[in-house]
C-alpha cells in the first residue's frame, strides 16, 4: 500500500480530474443499475444475473472490433474507431437484450407463475448468474464440442483469461478545467448515460409501453384487470435492462478494452449498490445512485490509497441507508412523477 | 399412508432408536465406502467435512433467514470472523490450543455480529440484503489491506486441534489418535474390513479429514438441540411474529429489534463456529476464500433446502456442498451444472425440498381454497 504523504492535498491537487474520471465511471455503474432498478420497480425482485447481461455485453463489443478488424492490435482515436464502436453499441445492445430475455423466460417466468416466494427467485437468479458466468468461462470448450474451436479461435481462446478489443480507444484531449484535460472519452461516457436516461424517463413517461410499465409497478392486479398483459410489461422491463447494459457495456470497452467471464460480478455489485443507493425502483435515483458512487470511489482512491477504493464504496452505502433507509430520492417508480 | 408413517416416527418408542441409528450412521458414513454416495474423485472424509460445514453454516444462517425473516447476504463475514480469529490466535499472534480459541471465535462473531446488526438491522427487507452483502464485502477488503491480519497472502500454518494420545504423522508410522477405526471396502469382499487403511479416533492431522468430520458433526448436533430449544421457546415465537408482520409484533409487545438483533448474533456465532473449524482443517486461510459468491452460496443453501425448517436447511447445506463434489468428473463444467442445477431445483420447488410444516400447512390450505372457489365459479 504505498500511501501519498498528504492525501487531502492530493484530492485537492486532482480535485478536477478524480471528479471528471469518477462521473465517467460511474455512468457505466449507473446504466448497469437502471436494469436493476427497472426490474425491481416491476417486480420487487433483485435481479442478481443482471452483472451477466452486462459481461455479454462488452464480449459482444469485443468481438465485433475483431470480426471488423483482426487480431492485430492498434490504438485509434475516437473518430476513427467511431464505425466499429458504432456496430459494437449495437451488437452489444442485441446480445444483452437477448440474453436478459433468455433470463426472464428460463429463470423468473417460471416462478412468477408459480407465485413463488421472491426470495426464491434470488436463488433461481443466482443460479442462471453462475450458469451464464460459467458458459462465457467455457466457451473454448463449447466452440470445440461444436467443431469450431479453430475457426473461432480468436474468440474463444482462454476462455478464462482477460479478453482484449483490439482497438483501443486514445482519448484526446478537448479542454481543461483547473489542471486536467478533459477527454473527448470522458464527455462521452457522461452524455451517454444522461441521453439514455433521458431517454428512458420519456419512455416510461410519455408512451403507451411506459404507461403499462408504471401500472404494472404500481399495482399488478389492477393493471392486469385493467387489459395491461403483465408478462408483455415484465419482459419489456428485462429488455430495457438488458438493452442500457449494452450501452454500458459499449462504454466501458470504450474506456477499459478488455474484460473477462467473472468481470460482471464486481461490476454488477457496484451498479446494484449505484441503484439502492440511490432509491431502488426509482430511475433517476440510478443515475445519481451511479455518479455518486463513482466520484466518491475516486476521491476514496486519492485519501486512502487504490486498495481501499471498494471499501469506500460500500461504507458510503452503508451510511446513505442509514440516514435515508431507502435511498437518495427514495422508490418511486411506481408512484408516477408524470 | 404417509400419515400413518409419521404418527408411527412421532411415537417416542419408535423416534428415539431411529435417531440414534441415523446419528450411528451419520458418524461412520466415512468408513463405509458405500457405493454411489462415496466421491470418487476426491477425498470422501474432505468432502463431509466441507458439507458438515456447510450444513452447519446453513443451520445458522437458517436462524437469521428462515426464523427471523432477516436476508442476510453477508454472512461470509462472519465464516471469515470466525476463521480468521482462530488463525490469529492460534498461529499469527499466539499458540493457544484450538479448544480455547475456538469459544473466544464464537464470541468474537458474536459481538461483531451485535456490532453490525445494531445499526443495519433497522434498515428493512431486500436493502438489509444489500447491506449485509457491504459488510461481508468490508470484512473481506479489511483483512486484504491489512498487514495484522495477514493481508492478502492469508494465514498458514494453522495448527490442528489438539489430539488425545499421539498426534498421527504417517510419515514416521505414528497413527497417532486415542486408537484407531479401520475403514469398510467392498471390493475385497469377503474381507470387508481393511486393516491397513485406519482413521485415528481424535487424532487430528494434515492427513486424515475425517476426525476433524467427526467434530464438525458433533457442534453440528449440538447446535441442532440448541436450535431446537430456542425454536420452540418464546425466543422462537417472537421471530414467527416478527418475521410474518413486524408491525403487529411491535404492536403486541415483541421488542422486534431486540429479537431481531439476537437472532443475527446467535447466526453469526454460528458461522463464527464453522469457521473456526475451517481455518483449523484447512489450516491456511485467505481473504480470497470468503468472497460474495460463498455468502450467496449459504443462503442458497438454506432457501434450496427449505427456510423456516432446520432439517431443510441442513439437508440444503449438505448438497450445497456435496454436488459440486460429486460432479468433479465433469471437472470444468461442474460449475455450470451446479448454476443450472441451482435454477431447476428453484423452480421445482419454490418452498424448498423440506419446507416447514407450517408452509406445508399453508399451501394445503391454500389449494383447499382454490378448489372450493373453482367449484363455485362453475356452478
Known amino acids: ?338 | 399412508m404417509s400419515g400413518r408413517l409419521g404418527g408411527l416416527l412421532r411415537r417416542k418408542q419408535v423416534s428415539v432408536p431411529l435417531l440414534v441409528l441415523v446419528v450411528l450412521f451419520v458418524y461412520a458414513l466415512p468408513m463405509l465406502d458405500l457405493p454411489i454416495i462415496t466421491t470418487t474423485d476426491s477425498d470422501f472424509g474432505g468432502v463431509l467435512f466441507d458439507a458438515a460445514s456447510y450444513a452447519l453454516i446453513a443451520v445458522g444462517l437458517n436462524i437469521v433467514i428462515g426464523y427471523a425473516g432477516l436476508l442476510d447476504l453477508g454472512y461470509v463475514g462472519f465464516y471469515a470472523c470466525g476463521a480468521y480469529t482462530v488463525a490469529l490466535l492460534t498461529e499469527f499472534h499466539g499458540h493457544w490450543p484450538f479448544f480455547l480459541a475456538l469459544p473466544a471465535a464464537i464470541v468474537v462473531t458474536m459481538v461483531s455480529g451485535l456490532i453490525l446488526g445494531a445499526p443495519t438491522l433497522r434498515v428493512r427487507g431486500d436493502y438489509l440484503a444489500i447491506v449485509t452483502m457491504g459488510f461481508g464485502e468490508i470484512i473481506r477488503l479489511v483483512i486484504t489491506n491489512t498487514h495484522w491480519l495477514g493481508a492478502s497472502q492469508g494465514i498458514a500454518g494453522i495448527p490442528p486441534p489438539p489430539s488425545i494420545g499421539q498426534a498421527p504423522d504417517p510419515a514416521n508410522g505414528v497413527a497417532g489418535g486415542l486408537f484407531q477405526v479401520p475403514h469398510l471396502s467392498w471390493s475385497t469382499f469377503p474381507n470387508v474390513i481393511d486393516v491397513g487403511h485406519e482413521t485415528p479416533f481424535v487424532g487430528f492431522g494434515v492427513a486424515d479429514a475425517i476426525p476433524f468430520y467427526w467434530l464438525v458433526l458433533t457442534a453440528l448436533f449440538i447446535v441442532l438441540i440448541a436450535d431446537r430449544l430456542v425454536k420452540n421457546s418464546r425466543v422462537g415465537r417472537a421471530w414467527e411474529a416478527t418475521r410474518e408482520d413486524e408491525d403487529a409484533a411491535e404492536v403486541m409487545g415483541v421488542p422486534t429489534f431486540r429479537y431481531k438483533l439476537l437472532a443475527f448474533a446467535l447466526g453469526a456465532a454460528i458461522g463464527g463456529l464453522s469457521g473456526s473449524f475451517y481455518a483449523t482443517q484447512t489450516t491456511y486461510v485467505s481473504p480470497d476464500t470468503f468472497i460474495i459468491t460463498l455468502s450467496e452460496l449459504f443462503v442458497a443453501a438454506v432457501i434450496i433446502g427449505g427456510a423456516g425448517n432446520r432439517w431443510g436447511a441442513l439437508a440444503g447445506g449438505v448438497l450445497v456442498a456435496y454436488l459440486p463434489e460429486r460432479f468433479r468428473s465433469f471437472s470444468d463444467w461442474r460449475m455450470l451444472v451446479f448454476g443450472v442445477a441451482l435454477m431447476l431445483l428453484a423452480i421445482w420447488r419454490p418452498q424448498g425440498i423440506f419446507p416447514p410444516r407450517r408452509t406445508r400447512r399453508v399451501l394445503k390450505v391454500e389449494a383447499k381454497i382454490e378448489a372450493l372457489e373453482g367449484e363455485t365459479a362453475s356452478v
Do not use: C
Request: hydrophobic share 55%.
Open chain 1, 1 to 338: 500500500m504505498t500511501r501519498k504523504p498528504d492525501p487531502m492535498h492530493l484530492l485537492l491537487h486532482q480535485f478536477p480530474e478524480l471528479t471528471i474520471t469518477g462521473l465517467a465511471v460511474g455512468s457505466v455503474y449507473a446504466l448497469i443499475a437502471l436494469g436493476y432498478t427497472m426490474v425491481y420497480g416491476v417486480l420487487q425482485l433483485i435481479n442478481f444475473a443482471h452483472s451477466e447481461v452486462f459481461m455479454f455485453g462488452t464480449f459482444a463489443v469485443a468481438w465485433v472490433a475483431m470480426a471488423i478488424h483482426g487480431p492485430n492490435s492498434r490504438s485509434e482515436n475516437l473518430e476513427q474507431a467511431a464505425g466499429i464502436l458504432l456496430l459494437g453499441l449495437v451488437a452489444a445492445m442485441v446480445l444483452s437484450g437477448i440474453v436478459a430475455l433468455l433470463l426472464e423466460r428460463v429463470a423468473y417466468r417460471p416462478l412468477i407463475k408459480k407465485k413463488a416466494p421472491k426470495i426464491i427467485a434470488l436463488i433461481s437468479a443466482i443460479g442462471a448468474a453462475f450458469a451464464l458466468e460459467e458458459v462465457m468461462g467455457l466457451r473454448d470448450r463449447i466452440a470445440s464440442a461444436f467443431g469450431l474451436g479453430q475457426r473461432l479461435s480468436n474468440y474463444v481462446q482462454g476462455a478464462r483469461n482477460p479478453y482484449t478489443m483490439p482497438v483501443t480507444v486514445r482519448p484526446h484531449p478537448l479542454f481543461s478545467i483547473g489542471n486536467y484535460k478533459i477527454t473527448d472519452v470522458d464527455i462521452l461516457m457522461i452524455v451517454a448515460a444522461l441521453l439514455m436516461m433521458f431517454l428512458l424517463e420519456t419512455f416510461v413517461k410519455r408512451t403507451r409501453f411506459g404507461k403499462g410499465i408504471r401500472a404494472v409497478a404500481q399495482d399488478p392486479e389492477a393493471a392486469a384487470l385493467m387489459g395491461v398483459n403483465s408478462t408483455r410489461v415484465v419482459q419489456l422491463t428485462f429488455l430495457i435492462g438488458g438493452l442500457m447494459a449494452g450501452v454500458g457495456a459499449t462504454l466501458y470497452m470504450i474506456r477499459i478494452g478488455s474484460t473477462t467471464a467473472a468481470g460482471g460480478d464486481l461490476l454488477g455489485i457496484k451498479a446494484f449498490t449505484a441503484a439502492v443507493m440511490g432509491g431502488i425502483g426509482n430511475l433517476r435515483g440510478a443515475l445519481i445512485g451511479g455518479l455518486v458512487l463513482g466520484v466518491v470511489e475516486n476521491w476514496g482512491i486519492a485519501v486512502l490509497g487504490d486498495s481501499w477504493k471498494d471499501v469506500t464504496s460500500f461504507v458510503l452505502l452503508v451510511l446513505i441507508l442509514l440516514v435515508r433507509p431507502s435511498g437518495i430520492l427514495g422508490e418511486a417508480l411506481g408512484k408516477a412523477r408524470a
